[in-house]
C-alpha cells in the first residue's frame, strides 16, 4: 500500500469513528498542510455519505482527496482540474482564488459529488 493510500484510508477511519458534534463538514483530521482539505470517498459511483456543500476561503490551499473504488476521473469545475483515480485514490492541491461555487464530479458519469463554494 502507498504512503498516500495510508493516509488517505487512516484520515476516513478517524473520521468515521469521530464525533463531530454534527457539523456539516467533514475535514481530515490529520495535517496534510493545506489550509482545507476535502475527503471523498466513491463507491460504485456514489459519494459515500451523499452529496454535500463544502465551503473554503478565497486563498486558502485546499487538498482533494478520494479514495473508493472508482477509476473515473474527478473534475473540479471553474478551476479545470482533474484527479485522475488510480485503484480509486487520488488526490491534487490548489490555491482557492476563484471566488463562486463550482461543481466537482465524476467526469465520465457526470455524478455531482460536492459544490464547494469559496468565499
Given amino acids: 500500500m502507498s504512503i498516500r493510500a495510508l493516509v488517505v484510508a487512516m484520515a476516513l477511519l478517524a473520521a468515521a469513528c469521530g464525533d463531530d458534534g454534527g457539523a456539516a463538514e467533514p475535514k481530515s483530521p490529520i495535517d496534510t498542510g493545506a489550509d482545507s482539505t476535502i475527503v471523498l470517498e466513491v463507491i460504485d459511483g456514489d459519494l459515500v455519505g451523499g ?29 479545470d482540474l482533474y484527479v485522475d483515480l488510480v485503484d480509486g485514490s487520488g488526490s491534487t492541491e490548489f490555491d482557492a482564488l476563484i471566488p463562486g461555487t463550482f461543481e466537482i464530479e465524476l467526469e465520465g458519469s457526470g455524478r455531482l459529488l460536492i459544490r464547494m463554494t469559496v468565499s
Fill in 51 to 79: 452529496s454535500r456543500q463544502e465551503d473554503v476561503s478565497i486563498g486558502d490551499s485546499v487538498e482533494v482527496i478520494v479514495s473508493g473504488d472508482s477509476d473515473e476521473q474527478i473534475h473540479i469545475h471553474g478551476y
